[in-house]
């Protein structure tokens, strides 16, 4: 590293320490203002579906369409699906050839044909065709792991739960808020610092956020309204 460079990174780490970490105290003001600009951005697909659909199943469905797949191939699957099968019974009496050209083009989706199909005869066999409201129950259907229980939890019941992707985890560590190595240890770390009451929108306002200004790589630092208050927390390239 060239001298100018050195200097110009050493700035940089003397900025980022003049500003302190969020807190669990703090952390409700930044989501304020967050929540404030968040119309301006667009919500989470799941998030949409739940507020739309009113269905837990629905949203079930949804949140594992949307895994490691884009927002708007999730909606176009979505919208496919549920216009030919709205319950358990229904997407079961789908074939699963057709049940994988309703899906696709969603990332791994004969895959996610087979999941969504086991669901289906879990719900069916072991809560009586009923989406259960708890994330231990949830996490007993094949496929569904903390990330989908949490978001099912909190979009379609409003029951406190933390829902922790890579934004969220990407953001809380950023922040300071957090200092954990994966998703599932950002959510456990989450419960002990974020107070209760943030727990059903955390999710929804960080992915909106780090969808459009808070980005994994070369975030848009000078068009964020909570700059001054972020300790940049692993940035080394803004915009």
Same mark, same amino acid.
């Given at each position: 590293?060239?001298?100018?460079?050195?200097?110009?990174?050493?700035?940089? %780490?003397?900025? %980022?320490?003049?500003?302190?970490?969020?807190?669990?105290?703090?952390?409700?003001?930044?989501?304020? /203002?967050?929540?404030?600009?968040?119309?301006?951005? $667009?919500?989470? +697909?799941?998030?949409?579906?739940?507020?739309?659909?009113?269905?837990?199943?629905?949203?079930? /469905? #949804?949140? /594992?369409?949307?895994?490691?797949?884009?927002?708007?191939? =999730?909606?176009?699957?979505?919208?496919?699906?549920?216009?030919?099968?709205?319950?358990?019974?229904?997407?079961?009496?789908?074939?699963?050839?057709?049940?994988?050209?309703?899906?696709?083009?969603?990332?791994?989706?004969? *895959?996610?044909? #087979?999941? /969504? %199909?086991?669901?289906?005869?879990?719900?069916?066999?072991?809560?009586?065709?009923?989406?259960?409201?708890? @994330?231990?129950?949830?996490?007993?259907?094949?496929?569904?792991?903390?990330?989908?229980? $949490?978001?099912?939890? *909190?979009?379609?019941?409003?029951?406190?739960? +933390? !829902?922790?992707? =890579?934004?969220?985890?990407?953001?809380? $560590? %950023?922040?300071?808020?957090?200092?954990?190595?994966?998703?599932?240890? =950002?959510?456990?770390?989450?419960?002990?610092?974020?107070?209760?009451?943030?727990?059903?929108?955390? $999710? *929804? @306002?960080?992915?909106?956020?780090?969808?459009?200004?808070?980005?994994?790589?070369?975030?848009?630092?000078?068009? !964020?309204? +909570?700059?001054?208050?972020?300790?940049? @927390?692993?940035?080394?390239?803004?915009?």
């Amino acid at each position: 590293m060239s001298a100018v460079a050195e200097k110009v990174a050493g700035v940089r %780490r003397a900025r %980022r320490a003049m500003v302190p970490g969020v807190t669990g105290k703090t952390v409700a003001k930044l989501l304020r /203002i967050l929540e404030k600009e968040a119309p301006k951005w $667009n919500a989470p +697909i799941v998030a949409l579906a739940a507020q739309q659909s009113q269905s837990p199943f629905l949203t079930l /469905i #949804g949140c /594992i369409l949307s895994l490691r797949t884009k927002d708007q191939m =999730t909606a176009v699957a979505c919208e496919r699906l549920f216009a030919k099968a709205r319950t358990p019974e229904a997407m079961l009496a789908i074939a699963p050839k057709a049940l994988e050209k309703l899906i696709y083009p969603v990332g791994f989706y004969r *895959t996610k044909a #087979g999941v /969504i %199909r086991g669901i289906c005869r879990d719900l069916i066999e072991k809560f009586g065709g009923e989406v259960p409201d708890n @994330i231990d129950d949830l996490l007993t259907l094949n496929g569904v792991g903390r990330k989908t229980a $949490n978001l099912v939890v *909190t979009q379609a019941f409003r029951k406190p739960g +933390i !829902c922790v992707d =890579t934004h969220v985890h990407r953001i809380s $560590n %950023r922040w300071g808020l957090v200092k954990s190595a994966t998703p599932d240890k =950002t959510e456990l770390a989450l419960r002990e610092v974020l107070p209760r009451r943030h727990w059903i929108d955390y $999710n *929804t @306002i960080l992915v909106a956020f780090g969808q459009t200004l808070c980005q994994p790589v070369s975030p848009w630092c000078s068009r !964020c309204p +909570i700059a001054a208050a972020c300790p940049k @927390i692993g940035v080394v390239h803004s915009r």
